[in-house]
């Protein structure tokens, strides 16, 4: 087995915009960093929400090998049949344990480390489900029982940043990385924790930015200003693909480093050119 591992995470990929940024940038960026896995929030790849078996596919094609959600995962209804036949595509692990799905998946890098990824949802302003912080230790210890994981990532998918800084000082030193996803900002902190743990607020959208959101300006600003509904469409315009790569130690399963990546497709098209 290897003695380090780098995990390349996406932030929420939003649109066809956000797909097809990741489609150009994702041979350049595991080739140029000797990625050894590629994990990506998928919630609203589908048009801006939700995710379908088809666009799921594609971006396997890509070369993402594990799915995370969020709130948005059941947007597009076949995704309730779809996730019952592909265990990469992950929905929070603490939705009902009747909901199809599974919260964590087990996979193995080419060089023989295993690593787990947990995918969990926050509660504070959003719907509420079973406890983040207790189901998230209970399906690490799942993971640690059935398949000794060398190294675990979870995306801790949520809207307030306290719940999200909580999660990481409850699992420093139990897992490798704690990521947040949802709000689509991507924030400054990143950080190896006290004990081991990368640890960023928001890994941020992958998709276009200049919109609310991912959203077109237009209707959304509307609803701020008169309060109306609105129908929203994902923005036009140039997309940016935000990542962080994690690089971690196989034998402890701490990280030594998390790097992040905010890239439009200039900054992509000058990797091709990296020597
Ligand atoms: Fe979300």
Redesign the pocket.
């Known amino acids: 087995m290897a003695d380090s591992v780098k995990l390349l995470f996406i932030g929420d990929i939003f649109g066809k915009s956000g797909r097809e940024i990741t489609r150009e940038a994702l041979p350049l960026l595991t080739k140029l960093h000797a990625v050894d896995l590629v994990v990506a929030n998928v ?1 609203n790849a589908a048009g801006g929400n939700g995710i379908t078996g088809d666009i799921a596919e594609k971006l396997f094609g890509y070369g993402i090998q594990v799915m995370t959600t ?3 995962v059941w947007d597009k209804k076949e995704a309730l049949t779809y996730i019952k036949e592909e265990p990469r595509l992950l929905r929070p692990a603490n939705y009902p344990s009747e909901v199809p799905g599974r919260g964590r998946f087990i996979t193995q890098t080419k060089s023989g480390v295993r690593i787990g990824i947990v995918n969990v949802m926050g509660r504070v302003f959003m719907n509420p489900l079973d406890n983040p912080f207790t189901v998230v230790r209970s399906e690490i210890a799942q993971l640690q029982l059935e398949h000794k994981p060398d190294v675990i990532l979870v995306d801790m ?1 949520a809207e307030a940043t306290s719940e999200k800084q909580a999660m990481g000082w409850h699992l420093d030193g139990i897992v490798t990385a704690v990521v947040g996803t ?1 709000t689509h900002v991507q924030t400054a902190d990143e950080r190896i924790l006290p004990k081991g743990t990368a640890y960023i607020t928001d890994v941020g959208m992958t998709g276009p930015h200049d919109s609310i959101i991912g959203v077109d300006v237009r209707p959304a600003l509307k609803r701020f200003l008169d309060g109306l509904p609105a129908r929203f469409e994902p923005a036009a315009g140039p997309p940016r693909l935000n990542a962080v790569l994690i690089t971690a130690n196989c034998n402890d399963g701490h990280s030594t480093e998390i790097q992040r990546f905010n890239l439009s497709t200039d900054d992509i098209n000058s990797l091709a050119t990296t020597p």
Do not use: P, Q
Request: hydrophobic residues 0%; charged residues 15%; glycine residues 16%.
């Open positions: 919630e969020g709130n948005h998918h949802h």
